[in-house]
C-alpha cells in the first residue's frame, strides 16, 4: 500500500506516504527524510481517499513514522468505508 497523505501541524503542512494502515495505527513514510518536528505537534494525517484521521506518534525511524489514532471509536467508521472501497480488511 502506498498511498499519499498529508501530515497537518498547527503551522505547516507536510507531504508522506502511507505505507499501512489497521484499526489501531498506521505508518507513513516522509517524502521529506530530514524533517525535523516534535513528535507532540502533529495533530492529524489526511490520506487521500480515506479522510483526515487524529494521531499520536509512537516511533520514529529514519524517514518512516509509526502513528497510533487518538481515537479507535472516530477512526473504525472511516476506516470501515476504506476497506469495504478497496475489498481488504487488516487481520
Given at each position: 500500500m502506498k498511498i499519499p497523505c498529508t501530515?497537518?501541524?498547527p503551522s505547516f503542512c507536510s507531504r508522506g506516504i502511507t505505507l499501512n494502515i489497521s484499526y489501531s495505527g498506521m505508518g507513513?513514510?516522509?517524502v521529506?527524510?530530514?524533517l525535523q518536528f516534535n513528535r507532540r505537534d502533529l495533530q492529524s494525517v489526511t490520506v487521500e481517499g480515506?479522510?483526515?484521521l487524529e494521531v499520536h506518534v509512537i516511533w520514529r525511524q529514519g524517514s518512516r513514522i509509526g502513528l497510533?489514532?487518538?481515537s479507535k471509536?472516530?477512526?473504525r467508521?472511516?476506516?470501515?468505508a476504506f476497506f469495504t472501497k478497496i475489498?481488504?480488511?487488516p487481520f
Open positions: 501530515l497537518n501541524f507513513v513514510e516522509l521529506e527524510e530530514s480515506v479522510g483526515t497510533k489514532f487518538v471509536r472516530i477512526a467508521p472511516i476506516l470501515d475489498g481488504d480488511f
